[in-house]
């Protein structure tokens, strides 16, 4: 499955890592580059040519989208998200087709993300059956009998990204069943019999 690639631009190390990590989380993203500032950004845009940009709006100048935009030829132009904190977009964030909200509780988030995502789903979803890393770690621990809350607090995540996953990996595979789950699992080399047993 072909992930969706983007470049990130915000000021702040800690919070590039955070959306950095909670997109990989997500299974749909790639990361090409990221940048503190937007000083480079049309230039490693032409060069790698991403679908998407999150780029922090609020230290950016008025008119720097326009020239952003003109900078770019029509065909490589990626898709703009805005990341801020404000409750609505600031007339920076007018060009982006969606915001981060930086204040915004994991659900919104991961709502957000899933918007961004199904954007592109016809085009990036070529083999259906594939499961990205993070599923094939909550198949693993859902084959060795886990809880959704048990597998939550082992890898760290919320049971409502838990249970998001695991109808992901339903719809995917077609299994609903916990055995049928850990038959794949063992067919495909997941784990071993002996760890199930």
């Known amino acids: 499955m072909n992930r969706i690639e983007y ?10 890592k955070g959306i950095k990590a909670l997109l990989e989380d997500f299974g749909s993203f790639r990361q090409v580059a990221d940048l503190p500032t937007a000083q480079n950004l049309s230039r490693l845009v032409n060069e790698h ?30 898709v703009l998200i805005a990341i801020n904190n404000a409750d609505t977009l600031d007339e ?10 930086l204040a915004a509780e994991q659900e919104e988030t991961e709502a957000v993300f899933k918007q961004i995502a199904e954007l ?25 009998g ?8 082992k890898l760290f ?25 850990t038959v794949y699992a063992i067919l495909n080399n997941l784990l071993s019999a002996d760890e199930v047993e």
Request: proline share 4%; net charge positive.
């Open 157 to 181: 995540i919320s049971q409502h990204t838990v249970i998001t996953h695991r109808k992901n990996i339903t719809r995917k595979l077609g299994i609903k069943s916990v055995s049928g789950l």
């Open 49 to 78: 040519n991403p679908s998407l940009v999150f780029i922090n709006t609020l230290e950016l100048p008025v008119n720097f989208f326009n020239e952003f935009i003109h900078s770019i030829p029509a065909a490589k132009r990626p």
């Open 120 to 144: 592109f789903q016809d085009t990036t979803d070529d083999d259906k059956t594939e499961l990205t890393t993070r599923e094939q770690d909550i198949l693993r621990t859902v084959a060795l």
């Open 7 to 16: 470049i990130l631009v915000e000021k702040s190390f800690i919070v590039r």
């Open 92 to 101: 920076t964030a007018s060009f982006a087709k969606f915001q981060v909200n």
């Open 146 to 153: 886990l809880t959704n809350k048990e597998i939550a607090e």
